[in-house]
């Protein structure tokens, strides 16, 4: 437990010593809001929230678990609930509760990637690391910064 409000704590001082406030910290993606009436900053710090994710799993487990109850009462009989389903709109609510378990592991992934990318150039200008090293994690944060530019500007909110 210990060793964990460590590493948090130590995670905190370096995205504030890389980011001053912690409010640049996306400043190096190429994103835009996806809709007028949700801001950047509400999806990055909200929709793609380790707190909203853990509450769409929740959902999503609470879906499959009624479709197997559903499954268990009646296996022929599942495709007449699917009127049911959609008419509660969750064909779309599926799309949304996946896409935010889904953009919050590619910006935690991102986050990460950079913070280790930071770090490593730290390291390298005060040649505690070589410059094989440095160029590994410089690689492993352009390919997470790509992956998680890629899914935000293809992603859609489903209403």
Same mark, same amino acid.
């Given at each position: 437990m210990k060793t964990k409000y460590v590493l948090t704590t130590l995670l905190f001082i370096i995205i504030f010593s890389v980011t001053g406030t912690g409010q640049?910290?996306?400043?190096?993606?190429?994103?835009?809001?996806?809709?007028?009436?949700?801001?950047?900053?509400? #999806? !990055?710090? *909200?929709?793609?929230?380790?707190?909203?994710a853990y509450f769409r799993l929740g959902q999503l487990r609470k879906f499959i678990k009624s479709c197997v109850s559903l499954m268990k009462e009646n296996p022929q009989g599942i495709l007449e609930k699917e009127v049911k389903i959609k008419e509660m709109s969750l064909d779309f609510e599926i799309v949304n509760w996946s896409n935010c378990l889904e953009g #919050?592991? %590619?910006?935690?992934?991102? !986050?990460?990637?950079? !913070?280790?990318?930071?770090?490593? *150039?730290? *390291?390298?200008?005060?040649? %505690?690391?070589g410059k094989e090293v440095f160029d590994s994690q410089e690689n492993k944060y352009i390919q997470a910064k790509d992956d998680f530019e890629t899914f935000f500007n293809s992603f859609q909110i489903v209403d």
């Open positions: 640049n910290l996306y400043d190096d993606l190429n994103i835009k809001a996806k809709m007028d009436e949700e801001p950047l900053d509400y #999806t !990055l710090n *909200r929709r793609f929230s380790s707190q909203e #919050t592991i %590619k910006k935690q992934e991102y !986050l990460i990637a950079k !913070l280790q990318y930071e770090l490593a *150039r730290e *390291r390298y200008e005060a040649g %505690k690391i």
